[in-house]
């Protein structure tokens, strides 16, 4: 069947060259049958030419109904390349003639008839393969390249739906068309057209929408009468080609995360650029996210560091398919194992270290505060002390809004591994510590229950309806925690500017809103009641610490007006150690209130 296709239009190249041939030779001599006999050996010989040429270049390996602008230049090429032989051939065999007119003419018709043909057969396959019925109405917001590449995706797959029109706000496309469609606007009129046009689906093309243009945008949709999809921001697009596999349903974070921030590339690549690097929890949120980033960046070793088995499969996995070239080691390890942890540190010799393990989850923390001191804190001091004695160059420590004035028992030990760091003195390793808050799309975030309790259709629950947080994406955090790299000069604290605290009510009534379902009535939203180790709101500072601009919009210094001795800090977490090994968990809380003066938490936790 292939090769059958291929020979009808082996045939039908031969056919079209040929009468661009005679109506090359009725264009030159008119009626005139006597004169053009004498040419048409030359035509006939032109076509053979053509032909063997046509088969050389390849002509017939392009599946022409899937076939873009660099196959037709293929064609093209051809035309031109038999249009060369012939003249070459007419140059030097004499005994036929081919006026240069004529030549040029027939060279000219072929490549236009030619190329003609492969649009009309592209046409009537894909028309061919259109369903007449159940036919997917789509509306496309957004006429730009996106939009025009998704629209070339429906036309190659016309079984999934069939664009009707774009919708744009610019004033410069509105009343025209693409590519036959007409263009709308503006995007305050979609609800018209979705009801004019009969719409099923409606697709947002901007991937570079910030969240107030989403939120413009969505405001103007009933998400009740129409389903609507969206492409990801630009920074998850990177540089691929817009497809249907990367459409998705609108999310929370399409409103909350999709702000672009911009770093400087060229010197994060030149600081990572053939480093051995480090990733511990490389199996998390943030350390997932930490590879994928560090991994186009060409470093000369990615060291995969994670306690569950099964999230550094899935991370070595994700990077072998996308950078099979990549060295990398699979370490399971837990921090707190200090032999283990020296014993590789020394064998690779890592140069930058970024410290992402830890128990997170708030909560759980509350309930075992021994597990969280020992992975949170004497994890993270193991790590620092080999990182010194392995040569360490760099050394990030990624931490959290909660461990200021903190209220849980996951926020205290954070904060006492914060000043380990600061205290420390006399290295030629440069500690860095990055505090930021929620990041969107985390395993066992608020987000993800939400999701769960709106798809089982309620109720949503809210512990407080005072309840703030801030939030951040997780390819946002992360790149501000590369970029603050460029920053680091001993031992600095750095915060990201996360915007302002979002209500959790919120939240939870736009992702109802999202899902279709009017909140309150559809999907109902209970108050449970605040939890231990829960604040009403987060801080990113102390108040005797200071936040000074960087370079970067997006990422302050923070200088305290305290001054943490070492030898005091290391003495403090020596007795904590005493009596985690003890067991003796009312004297551990002492210690650590000493240490941490403004940690407001019931000391019952540790009875």
Not at 205 to 217: D, F, L, N
Request: glycine share 6%; hydrophobic share 45%; proline share 4%.
């Amino acid at each position: 069947m292939v090769n059958a296709r291929k020979f009808v239009l082996f045939l039908l190249d031969v056919g079209l060259t040929l009468f661009s041939g005679v109506i090359a030779l009725f264009a030159r001599f008119g009626f005139d049958f006597q004169e053009m006999s004498r040419y048409n050996e030359s035509i006939l010989v032109y076509t053979l030419i053509a032909s063997v040429i046509y088969i050389l270049n390849r002509n017939y390996s392009v599946v022409w109904e899937y076939a873009n602008a660099r196959d037709f230049l293929l064609l093209i090429r051809g035309s031109v390349a038999s249009y060369i032989a012939n003249l070459v051939f007419f140059y030097f065999y004499r005994s036929i003639i081919l006026p240069r007119s004529v030549g040029f003419a027939t060279f000219l018709g072929s490549m236009v008839l030619i190329v003609l043909s492969r649009i009309t057969w592209q046409w009537l396959i894909l028309n061919r393969r259109k369903k007449k019925t159940g036919e997917k109405r789509i509306l496309i917001i957004g006429a730009g390249d996106a939009g025009v590449s998704i629209l070339e995706e429906f036309e190659k797959h016309p079984h999934l739906g069939k664009v009707i029109a774009f919708v744009d706000d610019s004033p410069r496309k509105i009343g025209r068309r693409v590519r036959g469609i007409p263009v709308f606007g503006p995007v305050d009129r979609i609800m018209d057209l979705v009801e004019q046009f009969v719409i099923d689906e409606v697709i947002v093309a901007i991937p570079s929408a910030t969240k107030q243009q989403m939120e413009r945008i969505l405001e103007k949709i009933d998400l009740k009468r129409v389903k609507v999809k969206t492409l990801p921001s630009i920074r998850e697009l990177m540089e691929e080609k817009v497809k249907l596999s990367h459409l998705k349903e609108i999310s929370i974070e399409d409103l909350l995360g999709r702000e672009e921030v911009k770093v400087n590339i060229r010197e994060i690549e030149n600081f990572l650029k053939g480093k051995r690097v480090l990733v511990t929890g490389a199996g998390g949120s943030i350390g997932f996210e930490l590879c994928k980033q560090i991994a186009k960046i060409d470093p000369e070793e990615i060291i995969l560091l994670g306690h569950g088995e099964n999230s550094i499969y899935l991370i070595d996995e994700f990077l072998n398919e996308n950078f099979p070239n990549l060295k990398r080691k699979r370490i399971i390890a837990d921090v707190a194992e200090r032999k283990i942890l020296e014993y590789w540190l020394s064998k690779l010799t890592p140069e930058i270290v970024f410290h992402a393990a830890a128990h997170k989850h708030v909560h759980l923390m509350e309930e075992n505060p021994l597990e969280a001191f020992r992975v949170n804190t004497l994890g993270t001091i193991n790590l620092i002390e080999l990182s010194k004695k392995t040569g360490v160059k760099h050394f990030v420590f990624i931490s959290t809004d909660k461990a200021v004035n903190p209220s849980s028992v996951m926020g205290l030990t954070k904060r006492i591994s914060e000043l380990y760091i600061l205290s420390q003195n006399n290295t030629r390793t440069r500690f860095s510590i990055v505090r930021f808050g929620n990041v969107l799309g985390s395993r066992g975030s608020v987000v993800e229950k939400f999701k769960r309790q709106i798809e089982k259709g309620g109720p949503v629950t809210v512990t407080d309806p005072r309840m703030k947080r801030y939030f951040m994406s997780i390819p946002e955090a992360v790149s501000l925690i590369l970029q603050s790299l460029l920053y680091s000069s001993g031992k600095d604290l750095f915060i990201l500017d996360m915007g302002e605290q979002i209500p959790i009510v919120k939240l939870a009534e736009t992702m109802i809103m999202l899902s279709g379902f009017i909140p309150h009535q559809d999907v109902k939203i209970v108050f449970t009641g605040s939890r231990p180790g829960e604040k009403i709101y987060e801080e990113l500072t102390y108040p005797y610490e200071k936040k000074e601009p960087t370079p970067h919009p997006k990422i302050f210094k923070v200088l305290s007006e305290k001054d943490f001795s070492e030898k005091e800090v290391r003495a403090s977490i020596e007795r904590m150690k005493n009596a985690y090994e003890r067991m003796d968990m009312e004297r551990l809380f002492e210690e650590m209130k000493k240490l941490v003066p403004e940690a407001r938490i019931n000391a019952g936790i540790f009875g």
